[in-house]
T-cell receptor, first 113, second 111 residues
Framework: GNSVTQMEGPVTLSEEAFLTINCTYT??????LFWYVQYPGEGLQLLLK?????DKGSNKGFEATYRKETTSFHLEKGSVQVSDSAVYFC????????????FGKGTRLHILP | SQTIHQWPATLVQPVGSPLSLECTVE??????LYWYRQAAGRGLQLLFY??????ISSEVPQNLSASRPQDRQFILSSKKLLLSDSGFYLC??????????FGPGTRLTVT
């Protein structure tokens, strides 16, 4: 079936460190891929997306590249800040009429000052 | 621009009491609408989705129900709450561009 697997957290880094959160997927067809971020006590916000192979999504210094050959969509940021502390969800959409999204379980990120 | 509202923001209810959570979307027409639940420290569970007025699909059997009385209004209800209904309830919308957009959520505590 269709699924998303992301690295379990929590991930703890120091400010200005390099961040990678791994995400791999299993899907029939050609999904769109997303990263969402959830700050404490809030709803999810779309961080970035990619709709086809080799697309790179980017926003707020975060990047992720749609790798069809490795079925991956790893999230990266060159220099994290304390304000990046949040839960990050990798997700995919298979483009049915219902637009349902399959989410990973989330990775909690702590950035230490 | 589009906005999504949820209320109330927080709710504390005794076991066995009824529930009504409301979600409204502004700035778009005929959106798909979704209700999710997020238990403490856990991922997202899709509860219901709707592709149009009066059209509701349930993802998991439970004592919750959903209704869509208007194009941009989505209501989550229960006749009798259980302790296990506690959680963070999120409403979301999409318009067939692939991504979903989420509301601010309702924190429900059943005591």
């Amino acid at each position: 079936g269709n699924s998303v697997t992301q690295m379990e957290g929590p991930v703890t880094l120091s400010e200005e460190a390099f961040l990678t959160i791994n995400c791999t997927y299993t899907a029939t067809g050609y999904p769109s891929l997303f990263w969402y971020v959830q700050y404490p006590g809030e709803g999810l916000q779309l961080l970035l997306k990619a709709t086809k192979a080799d697309d790179k999504g980017s926003n707020k210094g975060f990047e992720a590249t749609y790798r069809k050959e490795t079925t991956s969509f790893h999230l990266e940021k060159g220099s994290v800040q304390v304000s990046d502390s949040a839960v990050y969800f990798c997700a995919l959409n298979l483009w049915g009429r219902d637009d349902k999204i399959i989410f990973g379980k989330g990775t909690r990120l702590h950035i230490l000052p | 621009s589009q906005t999504i509202h949820q209320w109330p923001a927080t709710l504390v209810q005794p076991v066995g009491s009824p529930l009504s959570l409301e979600c409204t979307v502004e700035g778009t027409s005929n959106p798909n609408l979704y209700w999710y639940r997020q238990a403490a420290g856990r991922g997202l569970q899709l509860l219901f989705y709707s592709v149009g007025i009066g059209q509701i699909s349930s993802e998991v059997p439970q004592n919750l129900s959903a209704s869509r009385p208007q194009d941009r209004q989505f209501i989550l209800s229960s006749k009798k709450l259980l302790l296990s209904d506690s959680g963070f309830y999120l409403c979301a919308w999409s318009v067939s561009t692939g991504e979903q957009y989420f509301g601010p959520g309702t924190r429900l505590t059943v005591t």
